[in-house]
């Protein structure tokens, strides 16, 4: 049973088809790793809570957001790791919104599992052909640090993979943790450029509008 599952991720989910078997095995039959199955617009994760697992899409889509969660009392854990306040978030409206939707075999939360910074994306956009600097015993080091953006499920029910931090920086390789963080740097510049692309071409509409109604 476990054989079977581990050819059918290779074929679907990309973070797995480099693995060697015994990692796949280890990520795919761990008891730090659990499948869920989440019902439409059901929230999976809040922003702000502190990151313990990457998410895997298995099935559906999910959409990233950056709305914060209502106020609330906090968590042992999070007094535990100095989290000292939980005042709510001084919201500007007209900023909060869906950053984005993903899909079946998308990653969540590589990005504050393998501490990936800003510094680290902008270097990325300046020089794609830049290589990327390998920092192996900083990315296999524990931490809590919050997610900065809440999961929400899509449309259709969703079914997520989450494998607990300590499993995931403690059994993959370094190919894998190198390939997750170039798919998500990846994918950041992706959206990033879209929505240049996007705020341009409305920004073109606007002024060839305006232009007509001068010309009238």
Sequence with gaps: RLGSKIIL??????????????????????????????????AIIGKGKLCESIHIVLQGEVIVSNIPPPLRTLTATEKAHGKL????????RRLVS?????????????????KISEEEIQ??????????????????SK?????????????????IMEIDQTLFIGHCSLDTFVGAREEHITRIIWRR????????????VSLENQIKKTSN
């Design 143 to 159: 931490s809590y640090i919050p997610y900065k953006n809440g999961l929400v499920a899509g449309s259709c029910s969703v079914v």
């Design 123 to 140: 270097k990325k956009m300046k020089n794609p052909m830049r290589k990327m600097q390998i920092r192996e015993r900083h990315w296999r």
């Design 9 to 42: 991720a290779r074929q679907h989910y990309p973070i797995f088809k480099n693995m060697s078997h015994n990692e796949a095995a280890v990520i795919l039959d761990g008891n730090l790793s659990r499948i869920k199955m989440y019902n439409p617009a059901q």
């Design 98 to 114: 869906n950053v984005a939707s993903i899909s079946k075999g998308s990653l969540f939360g590589v990005e504050e599992v393998l």
């Design 193 to 204: 450029q879209q929505s240049i692309n996007n705020t341009s071409t409305r920004n073109t």
């Design 85 to 92: 306040s939980f005042k709510p978030e001084s919201i500007n």
